[in-house]
């Protein structure tokens, strides 16, 4: 998100994570300062694409950051060092039948969240949802946020997902009016919806 009163919008909804994407490809790249009047109680999350960790750091200090989240081919090294800054570690990982699950392992250590998201173009907002049965391959322990053409019909599909690791849902173009500008009244009925009966 970039738009100042977006945001301030969004955060009555009390979601558990705000992103801000900080990558120049991107459709929704913050490109210049925005304020972000969020409470404290929502977690500020910088998305990033094969970026150097001074580029990172210098976000962090800048927004203020709670989270980063890695979009590109970053390896559990290079997690484990965004760890050390004392962040919040979510890694994406584009999921296809061909994926293999046992490519993880060395990144549980390393990551609080992985993201399971769907093949595309771009590194994310694709609006492209991907088969959610292949979720039973994974084993692992850290748990996991689901993305990928996610929208407002799918709350029902979305709870019957039962995996013991599946923790949230990161959506983005299936609620938006235009790139970086979310439809609040979409978010407030999809929340309300997935919410309910948890």
Same mark, same amino acid.
């Given at each position: 998100? %970039?738009?100042?009163?977006? !945001?301030?919008?969004?955060?009555?909804?009390q979601p558990d994570?705000?992103?801000?994407?900080?990558h120049e490809k991107s459709s929704r790249?913050?490109?210049?300062?925005?304020?972000?009047?969020?409470?404290?109680?929502?977690? %500020?999350?910088?998305?990033?694409?094969?970026?150097?960790?001074?580029?990172?750091? +210098?976000?962090?200090?800048?927004?203020?950051?709670?989270? !980063?989240?890695?979009?590109? #081919?970053?390896?559990?090294?290079?997690?484990?060092? !965004?760890?050390?800054?004392?962040?919040?570690?979510?890694?994406?990982?584009?999921?296809?039948?061909?994926?293999?699950?046992?490519?993880?392992?060395?990144? &549980?250590?390393?990551?609080?969240?992985?993201?399971?998201?769907?093949?595309?173009?771009?590194?994310?907002?694709?609006?492209? #949802?991907?088969?959610?049965?292949?979720? +039973?391959?994974? $084993?692992?322990? #850290?748990?996991?946020?689901?993305?990928?053409?996610?929208? &407002? #019909?799918? =709350?029902?599909?979305?709870?019957?997902?039962?995996?013991?690791?599946?923790?949230?849902?990161?959506?983005?173009? =299936?609620?938006?009016?235009?790139?970086?500008?979310? +439809? !609040?009244?979409?978010? $407030?009925?999809?929340? $309300?919806?997935? %919410?309910?009966?948890?």
């Amino acid at each position: 998100m %970039r738009n100042s009163a977006n !945001i301030k919008e969004l955060s009555e909804i009390q979601p558990d994570f705000i992103g801000f994407i900080f990558h120049e490809k991107s459709s929704r790249n913050v490109s210049e300062t925005v304020l972000m009047d969020t409470p404290k109680n929502i977690n %500020r999350v910088g998305v990033f694409v094969n970026e150097s960790k001074e580029f990172i750091i +210098n976000k962090i200090k800048q927004y203020h950051l709670d989270y !980063i989240q890695l979009h590109g #081919t970053e390896s559990p090294e290079f997690c484990n060092e !965004i760890k050390k800054l004392e962040v919040g570690v979510i890694k994406a990982f584009n999921i296809s039948e061909e994926f293999n699950f046992s490519s993880l392992n060395p990144y &549980e250590s390393a990551c609080d969240y992985l993201l399971f998201d769907a093949f595309g173009k771009q590194a994310g907002g694709n609006g492209i #949802t991907f088969n959610w049965k292949l979720l +039973n391959k994974y $084993k692992g322990e #850290t748990p996991f946020l689901l993305s990928g053409g996610i929208d &407002e #019909t799918m =709350g029902d599909e979305l709870k019957k997902i039962t995996h013991p690791q599946f923790v949230g849902i990161d959506i983005n173009s =299936g609620f938006e009016l235009a790139p970086a500008l979310k +439809n !609040i009244d979409k978010i $407030k009925c999809f929340s $309300k919806s997935i %919410r309910s009966g948890y």
